[in-house]
């Protein structure tokens, strides 16, 4: 039975949900992991060990891998390295949820972002959605202190560098290059670069405690391995916009973790911002189904 574009998008869509999950749960993860860790350090097992799993699994794809699709790893593990940076570190200055709050801004960024790279005008409904996303997730994880700290200055940064790296991976899938090779490369590249920032700018790691390797072993499994994996295969079928709304609900989820691991009250405040989300979804997911068949259309 041929499988229609429609349930190819709408596997896309949840693959992404599950994404942003698992993206969710990365926050604490990644602030139990620096308490024993140093950030340079953790990124690079983290990149490292998952570039190799996908090698090793997925080894006679790679032996085969062309130009094309190595330099397009690189370059978006070169991406990958300067964004991950800028936000692992932020996370030593931050909280975890004023962190995610921050970090899902990158749904606003987009589609400037890709009117940058592709030269296309983005559409005042993803515009709208964009922004939306950004008002809700501020609603569910912004508290009373609203002040810009270094952590947070060096979290806004990533979320510039990842709004152009979902733009990238939309124009690398338009060139029908392998996500498998392309997340590989991409890893692993990244995980050079990290491991000689360790090597030149912190010190040998002494000992990691047992929560630290757990946070560790999420990231590289989860956070890492799977999530990258899925993000690129299922970013092949739907709109670099679109996927940034859905990827953004990781701060959605980061909340619901916090309050179900950490005992934390969900207020008014957070259903609201539950609601806004939820609308801009919608709105994104109609624009894109408006636009397929009327392009010259606005919301």
Request: net charge positive; hydrophobic share 50%; aromatic share 12%.
């Amino acid at each position: 039975m041929k499988i229609t574009a429609e349930r190819r998008a709408l596997t896309a869509d949840l693959s992404l949900l599950l994404v942003a999950l698992i993206w969710g749960g990365g926050f604490i993860a990644a602030k139990v992991a620096l308490s024993s860790i140093t950030p340079f350090y953790l990124l690079s097992f983290r990149f490292l060990c998952s570039g190799f799993i996908l090698y090793v699994i997925f080894f006679k794809k790679m032996i085969k891998i062309d130009r094309k699709s190595l330099m397009a790893g690189i370059v978006l593990g070169s991406i990958l390295y300067a964004g991950q940076t800028f936000q692992t570190i932020g996370l030593k200055y931050t909280t975890p949820g004023k962190q995610s709050f921050l970090t899902a801004s990158y749904a606003a960024i987009v589609p400037f972002a890709s009117w940058l790279v592709t030269q296309k005008k983005p559409h005042v409904c993803s515009v709208l959605a964009g922004f939306l996303t950004l008002i809700g997730i501020g609603f569910l994880s912004l508290q009373q202190n609203i002040s810009i700290s270094f952590g947070d200055s060096l979290t806004l940064l990533f979320t510039v560098v990842y709004s152009f790296q979902i733009v990238l991976i939309g124009v690398y899938a338009e060139k029908n290059i392998n996500p498998i090779q392309l997340t590989t490369v991409q890893l692993l590249s990244a995980g050079a670069f990290t491991l000689i920032s360790a090597l030149i700018f912190e010190p040998h790691i002494q000992t990691a405690n047992s929560k630290g390797i757990i946070g560790a072993l999420y990231l590289i499994i989860l956070n890492t391995t799977i999530a990258f994996l899925v993000q690129n295969i299922a970013q092949k079928y739907t709109s670099d916009t679109h996927a940034s709304i859905i990827l953004s609900l990781e701060s959605v989820f980061g909340c619901f973790l916090s309050i179900l691991l950490m005992g934390e009250v969900f207020t008014k405040k957070m259903a609201i911002g539950c609601i806004i989300i939820f609308i801009a979804v919608i709105l994104s997911k109609s624009n894109i189904n408006i636009h397929s068949f009327k392009s010259n259309k606005r919301c």
